[in-house]
C-alpha cells in the first residue's frame, strides 16, 4: 500500500473526508453570494517599500523642479531623514500600449500588457515602519495574529487540487521578508489553511516533503513509521473529540504525500520551451546565475522563475499564490528599502519584476487562464518624492501604488496622487488596503462582509470594519 492508500484507510480516511466536506460545505452553501469573475489569485509584493514615484506614477514637476527645496505646504514627518530637495526619478518616462500609459524605462517590460492593467495611485497605509506595513497589506491588521489573505481565501474556497495546497507562498530566495511566515500565517483559521512556502532553484524547494538521504532511513521502515504514527493519532483523537488540530495535520501528511509527485512537476521547467523560458526571462544559467553583486540578470532569473512556476501551479488547482521580491533588511541591500541609494536597488529588483510579472500576464492571457486570475500587485508603502541624502528616498505611507490585472478588471487608472506623488490628490476619498482586498474577494464571489469568523466573541473578517468594491475598475 503507497502512503496515500495508507492515510486514506482508516481514522485518517475519516478525517480527510470530514475536512473535504466541510471544505466543500464552506465554499458552496455558505461563502459564495454572486457568480465570481475569477478562481484564483497571484499576489506579488515587493518587500522593502516600492517607489511610486520611480515606476508607474509620472511626475512631470519633479522633473521641473528637481533639486530646488521641497515644500508641500504642510509639515511633513518622515521615517529617518528631514525633507530634502525635490527628486527627480533617475530614469525616463514615455508612453505605453493604447491607453498612452506612462511608465518608467525600469518597468518596460509591463508596456506590453500595460492596457490590461487597473492601477491604483492613491492607496494610502497606516504607518511607515516595515513589519506593520506588510501586515496591513498582507492580513489587513497591523498587529500579527490575524489570517493573511490567502489563508482566507483558502478557507473560504478550499483547493481545486486533491494534490496540491490551496496556498502556496514562494519567497526571495535570499531571505523571508519582515514578520517572516506571519505574512502567510492561518492564525485562528484552520491550520491546513497557512501558506506552504515552495523555494524554486534550491535544492530542497519543499522542506520535510521526502525523508532525509540516509542508510538507515528505508521504504519498509518508514512505512512502518507511518503506521505507529496513525495508530498514535487514533489514540489521540479519540481521547479529544472535536479538536481540529489533528484532522489538519492529518491532511497535510496526506496532502504531502501526494505533493511528492505532482510539486515536483510542477517545479520542474525543463519541459517549458525556450520561448516560454525567453518570455519569463530565465537565465541559461538558470538558479547558478551569478548573485554575488545586485544586477538585472539575477533578478530576472530569480523572479521570473517563481512567475513561472506559478503558472505551472495555477494549472494544476493551487488557488492563491504569494511572491516575494525581497528580503529583510541585510547587507549589500537586496530589498527595495532604497534609503541610500533608489538607482542602484530598483533598477535591477524592477527590471526583474516587471519581466515576470509581464511574462506571467502575457502566458495566462495566451493560454486563456487571465481570464479567471486575478494578479495583485502591492508593497507596504511608497517612498517619497523627496531626496534622502543626495540619491535615497524615505518611507512615505501617505500614498502608493498598487495594481490589479485579470479577470472583471478594465485597464486604466483609478485613484491618482497629487501632483508631488506625495498623498492622494483627493485626500477625502483614499483608497486602502480594505478596499483592494475587498474588491479581490468581490471578483472571487465573496460578499467582504459577510467571510467572517468568530474569535475572542469577535467576528473578524479580512476587511476588518472597513473596504468598499472598487466598482468602477470592474467589467
Same mark, same amino acid.
Given at each position: 500500500?503507497?502512503?496515500?492508500?495508507?492515510?486514506?484507510?482508516?481514522?485518517?480516511?475519516?478525517?480527510?473526508?470530514?475536512?473535504?466536506?466541510?471544505?466543500?460545505?464552506? /465554499?458552496?452553501?455558505?461563502?459564495?453570494?454572486?457568480?465570481? @469573475?475569477? @478562481?484564483?489569485? %497571484?499576489?506579488?509584493?515587493?518587500?522593502?517599500?516600492?517607489?511610486?514615484?520611480?515606476?508607474?506614477?509620472?511626475?512631470?514637476? $519633479?522633473?521641473?523642479?528637481?533639486?530646488?527645496?521641497?515644500?508641500?505646504?504642510?509639515?511633513?514627518?518622515?521615517?529617518?531623514?528631514?525633507?530634502?530637495?525635490?527628486?527627480?526619478?533617475?530614469? @525616463?518616462?514615455?508612453?505605453?500600449?493604447?491607453?498612452?500609459?506612462?511608465?518608467?524605462?525600469? %518597468?518596460?517590460?509591463?508596456?506590453?500588457?500595460? =492596457?490590461?492593467?487597473?492601477?491604483?495611485?492613491?492607496?494610502?497605509?497606516?504607518?511607515? %515602519?516595515?513589519?506593520?506595513?506588510? $501586515?496591513?497589506?498582507?492580513?489587513?491588521?497591523?498587529?500579527?495574529?490575524?489570517?493573511?489573505?490567502?489563508?482566507?481565501?483558502?478557507? #473560504?474556497?478550499?483547493? !481545486?487540487?486533491?494534490?496540491?495546497?490551496?496556498?502556496?507562498?514562494?519567497?526571495?530566495?535570499?531571505?523571508? #521578508?519582515?514578520? +517572516? /511566515?506571519?505574512?502567510?500565517?492561518?492564525?485562528?483559521?484552520? /491550520? !491546513?489553511?497557512?501558506?506552504?512556502?515552495?523555494?524554486?532553484?534550491?535544492?530542497?524547494?519543499?522542506?520535510?516533503?521526502?525523508?532525509?538521504?540516509?542508510?538507515?532511513?528505508? &521504504? !519498509?521502515?518508514?512505512?512502518?513509521?507511518?503506521?505507529?504514527?496513525?495508530?498514535?493519532?487514533?489514540?489521540?483523537?479519540?481521547?479529544?473529540?472535536?479538536?481540529?488540530?489533528? *484532522?489538519?495535520?492529518?491532511?497535510?501528511?496526506?496532502?504531502?504525500?501526494?505533493?511528492?509527485?505532482?510539486?515536483?512537476? #510542477?517545479?520542474?521547467?525543463?519541459?517549458?520551451?525556450?520561448?516560454?523560458?525567453?518570455?519569463? +526571462?530565465?537565465?541559461?544559467?538558470?538558479?547558478?546565475?551569478?548573485?554575488?553583486?545586485?544586477?538585472?540578470?539575477?533578478?530576472?532569473?530569480?523572479?521570473?522563475?517563481?512567475?513561472?512556476?506559478?503558472? &505551472?501551479?495555477?494549472?494544476? +488547482?493551487?488557488?492563491?499564490?504569494?511572491?516575494?521580491?525581497?528580503?529583510?533588511?541585510?547587507?549589500?541591500?537586496?530589498?527595495?528599502?532604497?534609503? !541610500?541609494?533608489?538607482?542602484? =536597488?530598483?533598477?535591477?529588483?524592477?527590471?526583474?519584476?516587471?519581466?515576470?510579472?509581464?511574462?506571467?500576464?502575457?502566458?495566462? @492571457?495566451?493560454?486563456? *487562464?487571465?481570464?479567471?486570475?486575478?494578479?495583485?500587485?502591492?508593497?507596504?508603502?511608497?517612498? *517619497?518624492?523627496?531626496?534622502?541624502?543626495?540619491?535615497?528616498?524615505?518611507?512615505?505611507?501617505?500614498?502608493?501604488?498598487?495594481?490589479?490585472? +485579470?479577470?472583471?478588471?478594465?485597464?486604466?487608472?483609478?485613484?491618482?496622487?497629487?501632483?508631488?506623488?506625495?498623498?492622494?490628490?483627493?485626500?477625502?476619498?483614499?483608497?486602502?488596503?480594505?478596499?483592494?482586498?475587498?474588491?479581490?474577494?468581490?471578483?472571487?464571489?465573496?460578499?467582504?462582509?459577510?467571510?467572517?469568523?468568530?474569535?475572542?466573541?469577535?467576528?473578524?473578517?479580512?476587511?476588518? %470594519?472597513?473596504?468598499?468594491?472598487?466598482?468602477?475598475?470592474?467589467?
Amino acid at each position: 500500500m503507497d502512503r496515500r492508500n495508507f492515510l486514506l484507510s482508516g481514522f485518517a480516511g475519516i478525517a480527510l473526508g470530514e475536512l473535504l466536506r466541510q471544505d466543500q460545505a464552506i /465554499a458552496t452553501d455558505q461563502v459564495l453570494h454572486h457568480p465570481p @469573475k475569477v @478562481k484564483r489569485v %497571484v499576489q506579488l509584493f515587493m518587500a522593502g517599500a516600492a517607489s511610486h514615484v520611480d515606476m508607474f506614477d509620472y511626475k512631470p514637476l $519633479l522633473e521641473k523642479q528637481n533639486g530646488q527645496p521641497w515644500d508641500p505646504g504642510e509639515s511633513v514627518e518622515l521615517f529617518q531623514s528631514s525633507p530634502g530637495a525635490c527628486f527627480a526619478s533617475p530614469w @525616463k518616462f514615455k508612453p505605453y500600449g493604447q491607453s498612452g500609459k506612462m511608465l518608467s524605462e525600469i %518597468v518596460a517590460p509591463l508596456g506590453n500588457v500595460v =492596457d490590461d492593467i487597473a492601477f491604483v495611485h492613491n492607496v494610502v497605509g497606516k504607518t511607515g %515602519v516595515h513589519s506593520q506595513g506588510t $501586515l496591513l497589506q498582507t492580513t489587513g491588521f497591523q498587529l500579527p495574529g490575524f489570517p493573511s489573505a490567502g489563508a482566507w481565501v483558502s478557507y #473560504a474556497l478550499g483547493s !481545486e487540487s486533491d494534490n496540491l495546497p490551496s496556498f502556496v507562498v514562494l519567497p526571495d530566495h535570499r531571505g523571508l #521578508a519582515s514578520n +517572516g /511566515a506571519k505574512n502567510w500565517a492561518n492564525s485562528f483559521l484552520s /491550520a !491546513e489553511h497557512q501558506g506552504t512556502v515552495i523555494r524554486p532553484g534550491s535544492s530542497d524547494p519543499i522542506a520535510n516533503l521526502h525523508a532525509p538521504t540516509s542508510d538507515f532511513i528505508t &521504504r !519498509e521502515n518508514d512505512r512502518a513509521g507511518l503506521a505507529a504514527l496513525a495508530q498514535l493519532n487514533q489514540q489521540h483523537a479519540s481521547e479529544r473529540i472535536g479538536d481540529d488540530r489533528l *484532522m489538519a495535520r492529518v491532511r497535510s501528511y496526506q496532502l504531502a504525500a501526494a505533493m511528492q509527485l505532482s510539486a515536483s512537476d #510542477a517545479l520542474d521547467v525543463s519541459s517549458e520551451p525556450q520561448s516560454i523560458k525567453d518570455l519569463y +526571462g530565465l537565465s541559461p544559467d538558470g538558479p547558478g546565475v551569478d548573485d554575488s553583486t545586485i544586477n538585472v540578470r539575477a533578478e530576472q532569473e530569480f523572479f521570473g522563475r517563481k512567475c513561472l512556476i506559478a503558472r &505551472r501551479l495555477l494549472e494544476r +488547482g493551487v488557488r492563491f499564490i504569494q511572491i516575494w521580491s525581497g528580503n529583510d533588511n541585510g547587507f549589500p541591500r537586496r530589498n527595495w528599502d532604497s534609503h !541610500e541609494d533608489v538607482q542602484r =536597488d530598483h533598477e535591477p529588483l524592477s527590471l526583474g519584476m516587471a519581466t515576470g510579472a509581464a511574462g506571467l500576464i502575457a502566458d495566462l @492571457k495566451q493560454r486563456g *487562464m487571465l481570464d479567471d486570475t486575478l494578479i495583485l500587485w502591492t508593497t507596504e508603502f511608497g517612498r *517619497m518624492p523627496c531626496s534622502q541624502g543626495s540619491k535615497g528616498r524615505d518611507h512615505n505611507p501617505f500614498v502608493f501604488t498598487n495594481w490589479m490585472c +485579470g479577470g472583471g478588471i478594465k485597464g486604466g487608472t483609478f485613484g491618482e496622487s497629487d501632483q508631488w506623488g506625495y498623498k492622494p490628490l483627493d485626500r477625502s476619498r483614499p483608497t486602502t488596503v480594505y478596499d483592494i482586498h475587498a474588491t479581490m474577494l468581490h471578483l472571487l464571489g465573496i460578499d467582504h462582509t459577510r467571510l467572517s469568523v468568530r474569535h475572542n466573541s469577535i467576528d473578524r473578517r479580512l476587511t476588518d %470594519v472597513h473596504g468598499h468594491v472598487i466598482h468602477e475598475m470592474l467589467v
